[in-house]
């Protein structure tokens, strides 16, 4: 039932999350953690949490505990991570009595079913609770990376003075030594340190295509072959519609759900019309806007909206859809191969998604997180990501090139000129350079961003 946690256990990646979170519940009763299957949320936990006591509800004999007594484990601990919350929903009312009883008290939620959880955290933890999704691990959690100084320097007012001898260039970026450095002293083994090593190893001489392939989940980072990768995609795609949705009245064919996501996917960074997918699928506008709400709430995909302002220009409001992890999306498109993704038309799409994961974990750093928007007019002139941030912005352009020129950002120049609360246009690229290409626009490999 309960399982005492120490953190030389297993092998552990630090999550930024996890520093996040340790603010968080130093000041909250609640601290509520959603998150897709295999994002590393129970792994976080009992590596960064030993001073909680970790119950799980995958136990039934925790479940049976609880029904003889729900209160019983609130009364004998006062730091508690209950894992698997939406199994029992019952477990909600208890924590309420709990925390309102005990001011002290600090419980830890976390789940990877927000579909039955967020209805019971509204009725029984409003006000009481604080929420944070976690997301895959990121390039630069990878290697090591917990303040991802680039991205947060970019928000600064005086860019005009921000030059490339104020850059990390690229080798940096692939540096490991910073992540040997962070592991703190219970990890400092010979085999942990090898392990480490490894991992980096692996990440960092994958080319942009086997990256990914491979995506960002935890399980995946350290294959070595794309064989094994598919496989479990295979399995993690199965087991999500087995366990997560069979019960669940929203879907009516499961083939159908399925065909929903294939399409889905191939439109990974574009603008989505519903109209279009239903036609594609033959399956009706009101079931595609159900089963696209279903994946968007099961941390699967997610819509991004058009930014616009009340200045009268034309602006395309319909949302870019996204897969979280690259990985999925390219797995449900059919690309099983590095040679026919490297010469698909749509691996841009799947480059800008690899992109988006990376500026949404970005953005959940700052307090309150930045928005995601991106922008486009109706005559065609596009920038990929938009970051609001109270009144300023930054403007972000992605393209799969090593050799970056002036060309490449004349929307960004567009957008920067008719919106000066811009702080700096950024152009992400797949090579090696940074360089400013604008007194606005400066140019870096796309790893930068998430780095220090």
């Not at 999550?15 to 949320?41: D, N, P, T």
């Not at 477990?91 to 009595?97: D, E, M, P, R, T």
Request: hydrophobic share 40%.
């Amino acid at each position: 039932m309960k399982e005492n946690i120490s953190h030389g256990e297993t092998k552990y990646i630090k999550r930024r999350l996890a520093i996040i979170v340790r603010e968080a519940i130093e000041k909250f009763s609640v601290v509520v953690i959603s998150g897709a299957r295999q994002v590393g949320k129970s792994t976080m936990l009992t590596n960064e949490f030993s001073d909680f006591t970790y119950f799980t509800l995958d136990n039934f004999d925790t479940i049976d505990m609880i029904k003889a007594d729900s209160s019983f484990i609130f009364k004998q601990h006062d730091f508690i991570i209950i894992d698997e919350a939406q199994k029992f929903p019952a477990i909600f009312n208890a924590i309420k009595l709990a925390v309102d009883n005990d001011k002290n008290k600090r419980i830890i939620i976390s789940d990877s079913s927000n579909i039955l959880l967020m209805k019971n955290i509204t009725e029984s933890l409003a006000g009481r609770a604080l929420y944070f999704e976690m997301m895959p691990i990121t390039f630069g959690e990878i290697n090591g990376i917990l303040t991802p100084t680039n991205f947060l320097n970019l928000w600064k007012d005086n860019y005009a003075d921000f030059n490339t001898k104020n850059i990390k260039k690229n080798e940096n970026i692939y540096d490991s030594k910073k992540f040997l450095d962070d592991l703190d002293d219970d990890d400092n083994d010979k085999k942990s340190i090898n392990e480490n090593k490894k991992i980096c190893a692996i990440v960092q001489n994958n080319s942009l295509v086997s990256l990914m392939m491979k995506g960002f989940m935890p399980r995946n980072i350290m294959a070595k072959d794309q064989n094994d990768v598919t496989l479990w995609l295979d399995g993690y795609v199965k087991t999500y519609l087995e366990r997560d949705l069979r019960d669940l009245s929203q879907v009516e064919s499961i083939i159908d759900f399925r065909k929903v996501m294939q399409v889905l996917a191939l439109r990974t960074g574009n603008i989505l019309n519903q109209a279009d997918v239903s036609r594609d699928t033959g399956i009706s506008n009101s079931t595609i806007y159900r089963y696209i709400k279903l994946l968007e709430i099961s941390n699967i995909i997610e819509r991004i909206p058009g930014f616009f302002t009340s200045k009268g220009k034309r602006i395309t409001k319909s949302p870019k859809i996204y897969f979280v992890d690259p990985a999925l999306s390219i797995f449900l498109s059919g690309y099983f191969d590095e040679e026919s993704l490297g010469s698909s038309r749509k691996l841009g799409g799947y480059f800008e998604t690899t992109v988006f994961f990376h500026l949404k974990c970005l953005c959940e750093m700052l307090k309150p997180p930045a928005k995601i928007h991106y922008w486009r007019t109706v005559l065609g002139k596009e920038v990929d990501f938009i970051l609001e941030y109270g009144e300023k912005l930054l403007a972000i352009e992605v393209k799969i090139t090593k050799n970056p020129l002036v060309k490449d950002i004349k929307n960004l120049l567009i957008f920067i000129d008719e919106h000066p609360e811009t702080v700096i246009g950024i152009l992400l690229h797949t090579g090696q350079e940074v360089k400013w290409l604008n007194s606005k626009v400066i140019a870096v490999p796309w790893q930068w961003i998430d780095c220090a």
